[in-house]
């Protein structure tokens, strides 16, 4: 049986999760086209997860794919708090900002009980995970009600230990995709390659279905992919620009401008690496910085500068996710996304 026989979808087309890019809209829009509608769940507590699903099920009847992260929570840091609040401290000087008024944050929970809880009376076709893979026993939860499971690998050996632990397909996931890499077993960004060089070593090296993941925009780029040993493809960044996302007239902007051509990997927003357009912040800190605190504390204390440069039209200092070939998002509803991606098939 093929991967889009095995997931109930017309065409071999996934819609990256895109955790504060989007809602149910997008992915409501991308299943009624075809494709695989994919709902992050990372940022939501389990009523936001219920409220989203039961959306989804009131507008159609295709498959969905649920979204969450596997990673485990930092302990707390006073001295690696007390860093970060260092590094901030001017431009929270220079926006009258008080860096010892620092609200908690959103969060960005890992997949648990209470994540499955919520999502099992919906019973989603397919669960997908970030950073591994969640625990055997929660994992077992999620095959007995029928449900696919996919997780994204960004090395030949976290393909691996995937296909070792459960995964019922791999994302192979390149260095060129947006948002949070998906690595999981080293942090050592060398060990990460382009989607092209990845997807034919993890062709290789393991039997399962591989969905192939970064710098995939247009038809070129999935039938690449396809040559080169993938069942499909998940697409995230073309679908940003779309009316049915839920990303500021700003990200938006940049998106479609000349800035997007400038990405970089980054840990200042989040604490963990993850692809955006280079923003002041990114420029004058470096885009790694060893100042930021363990995912996902550093979110806390960036979230007032964002807030306040924004209230100025201005994204120094917001996450502007986005992958390599970020040029190609056009303002265009979803279903014209995948048309476009289709003619790669």
Known sequence: MSLIQTLGIALPILQAPMAGAQGSALAIAVARAGGLGALPCAMLSPEAMAEELAAFRAATDAPVNVNFFCHAPPAPDADAQTRWQAALAPYYAEFGLDIGAVPAGPGRRPFDAAACDAIAPFRPEVVSFHFGLPEAALLERIKAWGARVLASATTVEEARWLAAHGADAIIVQGLEAGGHRGMFLAEELTTQVGTFALLPQVREAVDLPLIAAGGIAD?????????????????GTAFLCCPESIISALHRRALMSDAARHTALTNLYSGRPARGIVTRLMR???????????????????????????????????????GQNASRCREVPAAEVIARLAEGL
């Open 219 to 235: 038809a070129r780029g999935v039938a690449a992919a396809r040559a080169l040993g993938a069942e499909a493809v998940q697409v």
């Open 284 to 322: 004058e800190l470096g885009p790694m910085s060893d100042a930021a605190p363990a995912f996902p504390l550093a979110t806390a204390a960036i979230a007032p500068l964002r807030a306040a440069a924004e209230a100025r039209g201005s994204g120094d200092f917001s996450p502007l996710w986005a």
